[in-house]
């Protein structure tokens, strides 16, 4: 801010400036001072040094600056500032303080109250910019409301964490109270003149050294809350320091009566101790010979003695884990077999053996290719889904089977694990069912056929057949083949074809009309055209169509007409 005030022609500030920069020097020996003894573990060494450049370089250059390179290079070191701080307080754990009140003071200090000198000064410096400009631009005016809204959010969270810690240690209360009061009022105050005179004022009045009193006020309230803060920060950390102190003495205390207890303990119970491991060491023999139905007797009533009944329980739960699981293995639908890596058989149970036709002590230790013989032979290997493979019986005979494989690990052994499902029945149910399917669309097929081509006899001698729908090649011949019987089965002397719903009438119809009454005639009897739309002869006419010899009506109920007076005659 002295500099800005210097460079912007105030020169009776030059002399505290130059004392403010002295200042800073000395605060920068201390910070060194502090990092000889602390830096290695902070890891601050290398950003102190950094900062420590940045100002001395900033020092040698103040007076001769612009005001906006002032402002711009006393704010990347402000905000070299507040790294280094944020810094400190990531590598001690401030932020992360398990402790409520640790946790938001340390908060205030390192966070949240240089942020509220940063934005307070912002708004000392722009506020001071407009009085002298007598105005504001839009974008000035802009600046300074976000301003305003950001120094009030911030006096809102710095509330809100301050009563947090307030509640959960009132000696916090009792030092930042007063503190945070003033500097809520000093801000309000300054927010207040900042809205009323100048961002919302028709013309700016208030006088710059009013202004910039009220802002240093609001600076001097927070500095004085965050001088507060620190020590308060300092008490709380000093005060777990020692508390954590005296609960290190007393672990240590207690670890050694116990480390003494323990010892006495050991000397007192060796002896019986080692009597019964060695019993408990022939029981385990015992067990591991096979004779799982002997259980561990021991006199000790202690924890050894819960040790044997313990070992007796699993003991017990083995043998039925192990009968349990042979039951499932033999009364599995599923054939269920198991192979090591070289493809030998470990265990075959009943129902793979009345699939492949082999007793369990036959199968054990053959290799799968006298069961899955090639090309299939190596899909033991490929663990995953079921899929589709060959078998080969004990008679030699081939069939289809699914195997899904599994794997397990036995040590640095895997084992696989075949389940196999004979495809046979599924097969023969598959062909049958697409036999029954092939006869089932050959008779839609032929009902098909027979729906499309339709010969109503009107009277002994009169059979009509009207069309409905387009007439293709396949269609043209189920009409003449259709009509041709019907007209030989009913003896028919009068065959009348409609052709009202032929939506299209073209060569391919004319000439599949010319075909069926050419066939009709060889018969006998004589073929009659009806449904013959004017746009239907008009079509036939342009084709060239010679239907000459074939009788038309243009309706059916004159081609029906026609016929019945043919047949009286």
Known sequence: MLSNEYLNGEEDVAEQLLRSQLQVDRDFEALH??????????????????????????????????SYQSDDQHTQLIADIRGL????????????????????????????????QDLIAKTQLLGDLAIENKGLTVGDRMQLSILNGL???????????????????????????????????????????????????????????????????????????????????????????????????????VAAAGLLLVAYLWVAFYLAVVRTVSRLDDAAQRMISGALVDTVQLDNRDELGQIARSFNDIATALIAAGTYRQA????????????????????????????????????????????IPAPHSHEYRVVGVGREVRGRRKDG???????????????DQHVFIGIIHDLTERKR?????????????????????????????ISDQVVVMPLIGSVDSQRAQQVLAALLQGVEHSQARVAIL??????????????????????VRLLGAQFVLTGIRPEVAQTIVGMGADLSRIVTH????????YATSRRQA
């Open 328 to 371: 499932v293995l033999d009364n599995a639908v599923d054939g269920i077999m198991t192979m090591d890596e070289q493809g030998l058989i470990r265990s075959f149970n009943p129902a793979a053996g009345r699939i492949f036709g082999y007793a369990a002590t036959e199968a054990i230790g053959q290799p799968i290719e006298q069961f």
């Open 33 to 66: 001072a502090i990092d000889q003894r602390l830096g290695g573990e902070l890891g601050t060494t290398e950003r102190l040094n950094a900062l420590a450049t940045s100002w001395r370089s900033l020092k040698t250059r103040a007076f001769n600056l612009h």
């Open 429 to 457: 149910t598959e062909v049958e069912r697409a036999q029954l399917q092939e006869q089932i669309i050959q008779v839609q097929a032929t009902t098909l056929a027979a729906l499309s081509t339709p010969l109503i006899p």
């Open 151 to 253: 120094v009030e959010a911030h006096i809102r969270t710095t509330s809100r964490g301050l009563g947090v810690a307030y509640h959960d240690n009132p000696a916090v209360q009792a030092s930042l109270e007063a503190p945070l009061r003033e500097y809520s009022a000093a801000t309000d105050a300054l927010l207040l003149m900042l809205r009323k005179d100048i961002i919302f004022a028709a013309s700016i009045s208030v006088p710059s050294h009013v202004y910039m009193a009220a802002a240093d006020q609001a600076i001097a309230a927070n500095l004085a809350l965050w001088d507060r803060s620190s020590e308060v920060l300092d008490e709380l950390l000093n005060a777990r320091i020692a508390r954590l102190t005296r609960q290190k003495y007393l672990v240590v205390a």
């Open 85 to 116: 701080m944020a810094l400190v307080g990531d590598s001690a754990d401030l932020v992360l303080d398990p402790t409520i009140e640790s946790h938001y003071t340390s908060d205030m200090v390192l966070q949240q109250l240089p942020e509220g």
């Open 554 to 561: 243009s309706t059916l109920q004159s081609g029906i007409a």
């Open 498 to 519: 409609d052709i009202t719903g032929v939506p299209v009438v073209d060569t391919h119809v004319a000439q599949a009309l010319i075909s069926v009454a050419h066939g």
């Open 397 to 411: 005979s081939s069939f289809p089977l699914d195997l899904a494989v599994g794997q397990m690990d036995q040590g």
